[in-house]
């Protein structure tokens, strides 16, 4: 995936992406190999997502990253209590569809 997350995230920032949010929404985030974005692209979500929303969690699926991406994202998690994470020990290449089975 490398910085096409990044990319995705800022972009639809940067347009004006609105989201219509109801309290209580979760945002699934799908990661794998991700140790060089996943800082800013938490960082740019939770920014945007306190800004629109007073009630609402962030929850990063490791889909068994073979870097540093769980160790970083559970030294972000200190930073963003609204951060929450499910890990799987090895890639499943399922974790597309278990976002959108999270998001029903």
């Known amino acids: 995936m490398g910085n096409r997350i990044k990319d995705i995230v800022h972009y639809e920032i ?16 799908p990661v794998y190999n991700e140790e060089a ?7 740019a ?4 997502m306190r ?5 609402f969690e962030i929850i990063a699926v490791d889909d068994g990253s073979r870097d540093a ?6 030294g972000i998690k200190e930073s963003y209590p609204e951060l929450r994470i499910i890990t799987y020990k ?12 999270w998001s029903i």
């Not at 800004?51 to 009630?55: C, G, Q, Y």
């Open 14 to 29: 940067r347009q004006g992406f609105t989201l219509n949010l109801q309290e209580g929404t979760s945002v699934i985030l």
């Open 90 to 101: 090895e890639n499943t290449e399922k974790i597309t569809y278990a976002g959108l089975f």
């Open 37 to 43: 974005n996943i800082q800013e692209v938490i960082s």
């Open 45 to 48: 979500l939770v920014s945007y």
């Open 69 to 74: 991406t769980l160790e970083r994202l559970g």
């Open 51 to 55: 800004a629109h929303s007073e009630d």
